[in-house]
Every structure is written in structure tokens, then in C-alpha cells.
């Protein structure tokens, strides 16, 4: 859901999708179009998953250098290089708001580099060519972007989560007229997202708001807590936590006079579908419909251990390594269930994580992505309030008191949330809660993301053009607009 695939078979959830070298987009750095740089480029490949990287590389007049680096596939410009160091066949950067340096070797005529990206406690192999025309750079093409002006109204907005004391900021995209309109907040996955959900240089909440408010839909979409303007933490909020933000959202809906806030419903994709049924169940009268891209049927240890399975034996995984990875997890599950005290938690995982690395080959580690300083972030990680939340929630007993009507939406090729486990999950508890107006689809061809797709792989977000299918668009308005 949105922490995507971190390194290839990870302890912990890929549940959607975040980014992978930038886990949190810092402010781009200004770059004169006018300076002569030095461009190289290179791709960096983590967990199947390959991302190409620019380095821009200026030198100053008293003869330092200076540079940016694009990561072009996770669509994060200009990220600052706090300093960069080349001495005799030696280049060294580092960049301390993403946690990274690079080390590498120089090749006789200084063309190219040979080296060594570390970041999370992970080194990977990672060289860079000196380009020599702006035609080789890589660029991104994302075709459904739409471009201004817009045929309908854009307003940034500001409201308020009083229960969590924060402000959240976003976009809300009205159509042509005076309204009252129906409308929709949307609700991303996990992880730090901002207002377009962007991930690999995608923006499909962008694309969804577009869609639909030319359809005479309004929509809101806004920041995460802490992401972009937005304040407050995340870091000890859990999914019921995030229910109070999207309520918050529908409220302030609610004031708007262009808004009929008797047709205001909620779209969330991934932890997004978990969240908005329980925002249905808290204010059952002031949502009128709800669609859930994506979303989970099951508790998150069910959906983590299938979603690592798949996408291990999709990524090439032999079936021995998956079961092996497949029992630690169960094994670590077990202690944070167990065990309440983070202290006494953290030094039984550790214990059972290095037992197991200490097992496991050299070839076997790489593979799977370990390492001791991996095991230590990844540990920091299944703590947190948020993961032991989403480990033992199950959506059914909630998704069994809602009352209004639901679309659930699922591409067929998605792996981190599997239509043939989540799916019938989703029917099942809305039947036993006597639900009487909703539909449940799986969509051929599509993955997570909601893109059309060979195989489903997160190795594959980047890569693919399109952003959000448009027969998906096309159900959800047409779903929407019948309500």
C-alpha cells in the first residue's frame, strides 16, 4: 500500500507505494539553466526495480564543485548534493536529506564511474557515464498529465483536524457553475504521500481529480500529516488516526456552498480502502457512496505474507528462498503480537533476525536484501505504532456496518493487494452486514497502481507510461455519477 518495494523480499510490508531512494521528497535545489554542468548518467537497480539517476556536476569559481541528482523514474528533480569531491580517479557525494553517499572510480579518460551507492543501511553496485548531449538524458513521459488551463476551477485549501490539532492542506478542483456538486475526498495508501499520491514520477490522484471534475464531480485530495503543507507527525499515528484526517476533509466539504453535502462520498486507494470504510462507519449520514481502489479484505499480517510471495516468485525468487523468508516473517509477527513492550520487542526480533542471517550465504543475503544494518531499520520500522496497527487490524467487521453504497476496485494483476484474497473477503463482510447496493470488480490486465500491466511487478510502475487506466476512470465516474 504505499511503502513500496523497498529492497526485493523485505520483513515488512511493500504495502503500497513510497519511493525508494527518495523516501521523503526534500526541497529541490534552484539550478541556473545558464551554468555549464557536467551530466552523468546511471541507474541504480533495487529489487528488480530499476531507477535511472542523473548527476549534475558544476564547478564553482574558485574551483569546488557542486551538484543535483535526478532520480528520473521516481520523478524527484534537482535533489541537493550537500557536497561532492573528485580527487584523482576518486569521486565521493553525499546527500543528507535522503541518507545517501556514492563512492566510486573513475575509468582512465574520466567517462566513466564504477562505484558503490549506500543509503539504509544497503550498498548497491551503481555506475555513472558522462553524457555528452542533452539528448541522452532520460526523461520521464507521463502522457495522461493534464495540461493548464483546466476546464474547470483549482483552489488550494487549508482545514482543520481539531481532534489531532494539525492542518491539513490541499487541492480542490470544483467544475464550471455554481454547483451544489457531488463530490469526493480521496484517500492514499501508506506512507508519507502528497496530495497527488506521486510515486515514480506518477501522480494518479492527479489524474483521478482531473477525471473526474470534468465529469462535474468535485474532488479534494490534500497532503498527508506532515508531507508538503500539511504539520503534524506521522510518525506514531496509526490508520484510525488517518480516519480523522479524511473526516476532517469531508467536513470541511460540508462548508463549501458549491458542494451538495448530501452527495459527498470517498474514494481510497490501498490503506486508503481500509481507512474509508471507517469514516463510513464513524459518520454513516454524512457519506453518501464510497470506492475502494485496491483495498484490503483481510488483516495486514494475511495480506503481507501473500503480497511478499508473489512478488518474490514474480521478481525470480527461488520457491526455497521464499519459504525461508516467508518463516521469518511469520516468526517476527509472532513477537511484535506478542510482545507490547518495545524494548523487550526489539531484542527478541533482533536476536531471531541475526540467528537467521548468520544461516544464510553470502549470495543469499544479497538476494534477500539483508544485512545488519537492514535488519536495524527494518526493526525501527514493524515498532512503530502504525505497523502493529495495520498487522492485526481486520477490515470485516467494519466493512460489514457499512451502510452506503461501495465500489470496490482491484486490477487482477495487482500483488500487493491480491483479488483473490481480498476480493471475496470484501463481498463476504458486506453481505453479512445485509449490504444491498454495492459492486465488486477485478480488472483485467491491471496492477496496484491501476495501470495496465504484463505482470503486475513493481518493477514495472516506473517503467509503464500510462498513470491510471482509463477504463478504470471511466467505471468510477459512471459508478459515481448513477449514484
Known sequence: MHDATKWLVVLIAVVLVGLLIVTKKPEPVKVSRQTPQEIWQGALEVGGIKLRLVLKITKNPDGTLRATLDSVDQGA???????IVIEGKT???????IGGSYEGTLNEDKTEVSGTWTQSGQSLPLAFKRVTEQAQVP???????????????????????????????????????????????????????????????????????????????????????????????PTNATSADFATDALSAVRYLQTRKEINPKKIGLI???EGGLIAPMVAVQAPDEI?????????????????????????????????????????????????????????????????LLEELSRLSEEERKV??????????????????????????????????????????????????????????????????????????????????FQTSRTGSPSEYAQIEETFSPKALEMISAWIVRR
Open 77 to 83: 528533480m534537482n535533489l541537493p548534493v550537500d557536497s
Open 91 to 97: 569521486m565521493r557525494f553525499i546527500m543528507k536529506s
Open 139 to 233: 526523461q520521464l513521459q507521463r502522457p495522461q498529465e493534464p495540461k493548464k488551463p483546466y476546464p474547470y476551477r483549482e483552489e488550494d485549501v487549508v482545514f482543520a483536524n481539531p481532534d489531532a490539532g494539525i492542518t491539513l492542506a490541499g487541492t480542490l478542483t470544483l467544475p464550471k457553475g455554481p454547483g451544489p456538486f457531488p463530490a469526493v475526498v480521496l484517500i492514499s495508501g501508506s506512507g508519507p504521500q502528497d496530495r497527488d499520491e506521486t510515486v515514480f514520477g506518477h501522480r494518479p490522484f492527479l489524474i483521478v481529480a482531473d477525471y473526474l471534475t470534468r465529469q462535474g464531480i468535485a474532488v479534494l485530495r490534500y497532503d498527508d500529516r506532515g508531507v508538503g503543507k500539511s504539520t503534524g507527525d
Open 268 to 270: 481510497g486507494h490501498s
Open 288 to 352: 453518501a457512496f464510497m470506492v475502494l481502489l485496491a483495498g484490503p479484505g483481510v488483516t495486514g499480517e494475511e495480506l503481507i505474507l501473500l503480497q511478499a510471495e508473489l512478488i518474490a516468485r514474480v521478481s525470480g525468487v527461488s520457491e526455497e528462498l521464499i519459504a525461508q523468508n516467508l518463516a521469518i516473517q511469520r516468526r517476527v509477527f509472532a513477537v511484535v503480537k506478542a510482545k507490547s513492550d518495545t524494548i523487550e520487542a526489539e531484542r527478541e526480533i533482533r536476536d531471531l
Open 368 to 449: 534477500l536484501g539483508l544485512s545488519e544494518a537492514a535488519i536495524e531499520a527494518q526493526i525501527k520500522q514493524i515498532l512503530l505504532p502504525w505497523f502493529r496497527y495495520f498487522l492485526t487490524y481486520d477490515p470485516r467487521p467494519t466493512l460489514s456496518q457499512v451502510r452506503c453504497p461501495v465500489l470496490a476496485l482491484t486490477g487482477e494483476k495487482d500483488l500487493q493487494v491480491p483479488p483473490s484474497q481480498n476480493l471475496p473477503e470484501i463481498v463476504k463482510a458486506l453481505e453479512a452486514g445485509g449490504s444491498r447496493e454495492y459492486a465488486v470488480i477485478k480488472l483485467a490486465g491491471l496492477n496496484h497502481l
